[in-house]
């Protein structure tokens, strides 16, 4: 959820009162409302549900630009393309760690903002088993992934004041969201033919989804009744995160030196279950307010598709690229039956992500280099977008001993976004760093 843009909130604080003004007046005067809705909040016209971008998924796919339908050797294929885990002749026991780092700046009504997160977690846990076989393959496998990461802390906590018709006005104010989802997977893979491989992947998403957020303000100015009884507004969420979803995949090589990739997911319906808490604190009695309700919120992620292409003009080179389409518009969200405003309709639209990479193995060594470029285009159109999503990528793989592998990948790209109405505009630049290590017998 984002019920601001980032920093929003910490420019009004510069500027002046009137976006704080209008946000304590839909809290005072929808709390209930509010409340329902659970995990999108009450201001719907910008909110953007933090659903539409995954986490990125396998070492050796991100430093190749995140191509995988195609590309994909190893136990990271149950997420990307269950079908090229048929290309496992091995069984292998894997995983890894990821970083992320997330650097915000802007400007909002003539003030400038910044803030940066960085966190670590556990990307991935994988077994496959690749069964003997006298001709073929049969590969089954089971793993968890880190799907959905979200941290962000796109108020933060700072301290500012202002002027509101010659009184000065201090306050402390502070937004953060907590938690990540991640997806337990079941897959299988087989060669259909001597060209044809077929797999899919069930996955269950679960994880956990938090929100706090903090308003106090101290009148050193006497302003006049009506402007000061509120001193101190708050909320907490908290809230679990439960799915399904399937992914189909096929894998065909069309000669010995060109394959073929596609895949099809599901559509994911996720359920937060969980709790609300908001509580106000006034100048005068009563001097405090609170109410708890519990809600239930569905968001249905849609059908996503993709397509992939691989190379192989060598042994030492491998050359790919990926497409994968999904239709944003048809996100759906169970807005409560009382709240009719048609602002509550989700401004989101089609984004399809293209990526390119490329893997050069070493001569007489036991490493391979990689690099790639995606693009991987905003969904939510609450912001006007004045540069999409766009990401380098680079990477490096070595081989231990013939069955110990470790593979890194570098990620860093930007984004820009405004709004002339309120006379925002900020940029997002982010980075990630995974690190996978792997057995294979």
Same mark, same amino acid.
């Given at each position: 959820?984002?019920?601001?843009?980032?920093?929003?909130?910490?420019?009004?604080?510069?500027?002046?009162?009137?976006?704080?003004?209008?946000?304590?007046?839909?809290?005072?005067?929808?709390?209930?409302?509010?409340?329902?809705?659970?995990?999108?909040?009450?201001?719907?016209?910008?909110?953007?549900?933090?659903?539409?971008?995954?986490?990125?998924?396998?070492?050796?796919?991100?430093?190749?630009?995140?191509?995988?339908?195609?590309?994909?050797?190893?136990?990271?294929?149950?997420? $990307?393309?269950?079908?090229?885990?048929?290309?496992?002749?091995?069984?292998?026991?894997?995983?890894?760690?990821?970083?992320?780092?997330?650097?915000?700046?802007?400007?909002?009504?003539?003030?400038?903002?910044?803030?940066?997160?960085?966190?670590?977690?556990?990307?991935?846990?994988?077994?496959?088993?690749?069964?003997?076989?006298?001709?073929?393959?049969?590969?089954?496998?089971?793993?968890?992934?880190?799907?959905?990461?979200?941290?962000?802390?796109?108020?933060?906590?700072?301290?500012?004041?202002?002027?509101?018709?010659?009184?000065?006005?201090?306050?402390?104010?502070?937004?953060?969201?907590?938690?990540?989802?991640?997806?337990?997977?079941?897959?299988?893979?087989?060669?259909?033919?001597?060209?044809?491989?077929?797999?899919? $992947?069930?996955?269950?998403?679960?994880?956990?989804?938090?929100?706090?957020?903090?308003?106090?303000?101290?009148?050193?100015?006497?302003?006049?009744?009506?402007?000061?009884?509120?001193?101190?507004?708050?909320?907490?969420?908290?809230?679990?995160?439960?799915?399904?979803?399937?992914?189909?995949?096929?894998?065909?090589?069309?000669?010995?030196?060109?394959?073929?990739?596609?895949?099809?997911?599901?559509?994911?319906?996720?359920?937060?279950?969980?709790?609300?808490?908001?509580?106000?604190?006034?100048?005068?009695?009563?001097?405090?307010?609170?109410?708890?309700?519990?809600?239930?919120?569905?968001?249905?992620?849609?059908?996503?598709?993709?397509?992939?292409?691989?190379?192989?003009?060598?042994?030492?080179?491998?050359?790919?690229?990926?497409?994968?389409?999904?239709?944003?518009?048809?996100?759906?969200?169970?807005?409560?039956?009382?709240?009719?405003?048609?602002?509550?309709?989700?401004?989101?639209?089609?984004? $399809?992500?293209?990526?390119?990479?490329?893997?050069?193995?070493?001569?007489?060594?036991?490493?391979?280099?990689?690099?790639?470029?995606?693009?991987?285009?905003?969904?939510?159109?609450?912001?006007?977008?004045?540069?999409?999503?766009?990401?380098?990528?680079?990477?490096?793989?070595?081989?231990?001993?013939?069955?110990?592998?470790?593979?890194?990948?570098?990620?860093?790209?930007?984004?820009?976004?405004?709004?002339?109405?309120?006379?925002?505009?900020?940029?997002?630049?982010?980075?990630?760093?995974?690190?996978?290590?792997?057995?294979?017998?």
């Amino acid at each position: 959820m984002r019920p601001f843009p980032k920093g929003v909130v910490r420019a009004s604080a510069c500027g002046g009162l009137t976006l704080t003004a209008a946000v304590l007046l839909a809290v005072l005067t929808a709390s209930v409302a509010a409340a329902d809705t659970g995990f999108i909040g009450p201001i719907a016209p910008i909110d953007e549900i933090p659903l539409t971008s995954q986490a990125f998924v396998g070492a050796r796919a991100l430093g190749m630009g995140g191509i995988a339908f195609a590309v994909a050797d190893d136990a990271s294929a149950m997420i $990307t393309n269950p079908a090229a885990l048929a290309r496992l002749r091995r069984s292998e026991l894997s995983g890894g760690v990821s970083r992320r780092t997330d650097d915000l700046s802007g400007e909002a009504f003539g003030s400038p903002f910044d803030s940066s997160l960085a966190r670590t977690r556990l990307s991935s846990m994988r077994f496959a088993y690749a069964f003997p076989t006298f001709r073929g393959s049969l590969v089954l496998g089971l793993s968890t992934d880190l799907a959905y990461d979200f941290d962000d802390d796109f108020v933060a906590a700072y301290e500012d004041n202002f002027n509101f018709d010659g009184h000065p006005v201090d306050q402390v104010e502070g937004y953060i969201q907590e938690g990540a989802v991640y997806a337990w997977n079941f897959s299988g893979a087989f060669d259909a033919s001597e060209n044809v491989s077929l797999g899919a $992947t069930v996955s269950y998403y679960t994880g956990d989804y938090r929100q706090s957020y903090q308003w106090r303000v101290t009148d050193e100015g006497d302003l006049p009744d009506g402007y000061d009884y509120l001193t101190e507004y708050e909320f907490r969420t908290s809230s679990s995160v439960s799915g399904w979803r399937g992914t189909f995949g096929v894998l065909f090589y069309a000669t010995e030196k060109i394959a073929l990739g596609f895949v099809m997911d599901t559509p994911l319906s996720l359920t937060f279950n969980g709790v609300r808490k908001d509580r106000w604190t006034f100048a005068s009695p009563p001097p405090v307010a609170e109410d708890t309700v519990y809600f239930t919120d569905k968001v249905t992620i849609p059908f996503g598709f993709g397509g992939g292409i691989a190379f192989f003009p060598s042994d030492l080179i491998v050359i790919g690229g990926d497409v994968y389409h999904v239709d944003w518009s048809q996100l759906r969200y169970s807005i409560p039956e009382d709240i009719t405003d048609p602002t509550q309709r989700l401004p989101y639209e089609p984004t $399809t992500d293209l990526r390119v990479g490329i893997e050069v193995t070493v001569p007489n060594w036991p490493l391979r280099l990689r690099g790639g470029y995606m693009t991987r285009p905003i969904a939510y159109q609450g912001l006007e977008i004045s540069q999409d999503r766009s990401f380098f990528t680079f990477g490096a793989g070595l081989l231990i001993d013939t069955v110990f592998s470790l593979d890194a990948a570098f990620m860093v790209g930007a984004s820009e976004r405004f709004a002339a109405y309120y006379d925002y505009e900020e940029k997002t630049e982010e980075t990630v760093f995974i690190l996978e290590g792997a057995y294979r017998f």
